[in-house]
């Protein structure tokens, strides 16, 4: 056997050894603590993926906790799949709702009405509907102009000057 095959299986069986000691070291608290950390970590980042994670770290304390002889292969599966579980059930029945999509939907009701071109700056103009402003995008517009909204895009209509 040569050193360099020697060294790489010395360095397999020390990857080996550590794993092992990781498995048979985990306890309810080590779950614990992850789980706070991530749950604490998304009231940061705002991106609700991260509470799910955290919740299965968690749940996963609370398992260990209460049957302790559970080995930690078996931890890591049951986070694992209660990580994905959780997380696709939150994408399902609670899905993100930002203010981009709110006002695209609501843009995508005044498609066919008609309103006035109030102000044009560099190429971009400005639409009034009841007393709100809205940027547009159209060919041939001019201030005063009476215009159909035919199309949203993002937030700004798409227009065509009225007939």
């Known amino acids: 056997m040569t050193l360099t095959k020697v060294i790489i299986s010395s360095h397999n069986e020390y990857k080996i050894i550590l794993m092992e000691m990781l498995f048979e070291n985990l306890n309810y608290m080590h779950w614990l603590v992850l789980g706070l950390a991530l749950v604490i970590i ?76 109030i102000s044009i700056e560099d190429g971009i103009a400005k639409v009034q509907i009841g007393k709100s402003l809205w940027f547009a995008k159209g060919l041939d517009l001019s201030v005063g102009q009476k215009v159909q909204i035919v199309d949203v895009d993002s937030s700004t209509f798409i227009v065509k000057p009225s007939k």
């Open 42 to 117: 998304e009231l940061f980042l705002w991106s609700v993926f991260l509470l799910w994670i955290g919740a299965s770290a968690i749940t996963v304390s609370i398992i260990f906790y209460l049957a302790p002889e559970t080995s930690g292969f078996m931890q890591i599966l049951i986070f694992v799949l209660l990580s994905i579980f959780l997380t696709y059930l939150s994408k399902k029945y609670y899905p993100i709702k930002t203010v981009d999509d709110q006002l695209n939907n609501k843009a995508k009701t005044h498609i066919g009405k008609e309103c006035e071109v």
